[in-house]
């Protein structure tokens, strides 16, 4: 099992240029999340999804667009990237929402010039 | 609004003693709390649960505790080892159940 994996692992974008971060579980899990992590600041919660065709805000969604198309793929996307948004970026997902653990992907890390 | 709070500051510690590690948590009262084990370049990792209702969970040379009169838990390394050496984040879930993460506390075990 892969577990989950992310892809692209670094990237880097000019200001206004659009991408598509992409997410893949082989756990058949329905919970999965996008996470971003800043130095000095615990992960925040971007959007997350509690099962295929469905996604949910999080903390701090403004920014970014997600799609569960299919079960295992959660796709996150950045419109119009700013240079706000360079940052860490984690996916995760687990079998349920409450006293589940979470299985992390490796990361993407994303700088926006 | 909920707050979790970890030592910001790096826990510098000789092998083989004990590490402790706190996370306190205001404003609320979560009905579970996760650790998890973050190294350098990597997603984190999943260690243990405690619910609230449990004083103390054990996993090999992991203990956590969870007070709740305190607002607090604490994680602790028995016999710290070099490769313990990470960051620790601690995760109670909010009040609808989504993981809100501390912004972790380094470890460094020396040799």
């Known amino acids: 099992n892969a577990g989950v994996t992310q892809t692209p692992k670094f990237r880097v974008l000019k200001t206004g240029q659009s991408m598509t971060l992409l997410c893949a579980q082989d756990m058949n899990h329905e919970y999965m999340y996008w996470y971003r992590q800043d130095p000095g600041m615990g992960l925040r919660l971007i959007h997350y999804?509690?099962?295929?065709?469905?996604?949910a805000k999080g903390e701090v969604p403004d920014g970014y667009n997600v799609s569960r198309l299919k079960k295992q793929n959660f796709l996150l996307g950045l419109e119009s990237a700013a240079p706000s948004q360079t940052s860490v970026y984690f996916c995760?997902?687990?079998?349920?929402?409450?006293?589940?653990?979470?299985?992390f992907g490796p990361g993407t890390r994303l700088t926006v010039l | 609004s909920q707050k979790i709070e970890q030592n910001s500051e790096a826990l510098n510690i000789q092998e083989g003693k004990t590490a402790t590690l706190t996370c306190n948590y205001t404003?609320?009262?979560?009905?579970?709390l996760q650790w998890y084990r973050q190294d350098p370049g990597r997603g984190p990792v999943f260690l243990l649960l405690i619910r609230e209702n449990e004083k103390e969970k054990r996993k090999e040379r992991l203990k956590v505790t969870f007070d709740t009169t305190l607002k607090q838990s604490l994680f602790h390394i028995t016999a710290s080892q070099p490769a313990d050496s990470a960051t620790y984040l601690c995760?109670?879930?909010?009040?609808?159940?989504?993981?809100?993460f501390g912004s972790g506390t380094r470890l460094l075990v020396r040799p």
């Open positions: 995760a997902s687990s079998r349920d929402l409450t006293y589940n653990e979470q299985f």
């Open positions: 995760a109670p879930p909010d009040s609808s159940y989504k993981l809100i």
């Open positions: 404003n609320y009262s979560p009905a579970y």
């Open positions: 999804s509690v099962g295929e065709g469905t996604t």
